[in-house]
């Protein structure tokens, strides 16, 4: 299973975008579906995930409220709607699969298949 990312770009605070995860192989059926992300010198931290077959949905307290994760069964995607963007939301998204359980849904070593990352940029 691979995940494929798609709908990065450049925005201006307050703005939205859309991105998009999916996957090749057999799909998502049976995994959880997460968005990490990564600005510069910064580590990698927990965004929003979605767990494929029960659709319960998971979020950072800094996106809530402003980011939405949804599934799209119709092309096995997962998507991630961010509106209200703001400049501390600059970083390089990426999707990520895998079997977590709850309590370690928001940790990155819960996921095991990676996308190369898409870069959301921004601008104030």
């Known amino acids: 299973v691979q995940p494929v990312e798609a709908g990065g770009g450049l925005v201006q605070t307050g703005g939205s975008l859309t991105l998009s995860c999916q996957a090749s192989?057999?799909?998502?059926?049976?995994?959880?579906v997460a968005w990490f992300r990564q600005a510069p010198g910064k580590e990698r931290e927990f965004v929003s995930a979605?767990?494929?077959?029960?659709?319960?949905?998971y979020y950072a307290d800094a996106v809530k409220g402003r980011f939405s994760i949804s599934r799209d069964r119709a092309n096995s995607a997962v998507h991630l709607q961010m509106n209200r963007l703001l400049p501390g939301d600059t970083a390089i998204y990426y999707c990520?699969?895998?079997?977590?359980?709850?309590?370690?849904?928001?940790?990155?070593?819960?996921?095991?298949?990676w996308g190369q990352g898409t870069q959301v940029t921004v601008s104030s």
């Open positions: 990520a699969i895998g079997r977590p359980i709850t309590s370690t849904m928001r940790s990155v070593s819960a996921y095991y298949y």
């Open positions: 192989g057999d799909g998502f059926a049976g995994y959880a």
């Open positions: 979605f767990r494929w077959s029960g659709g319960t949905t």
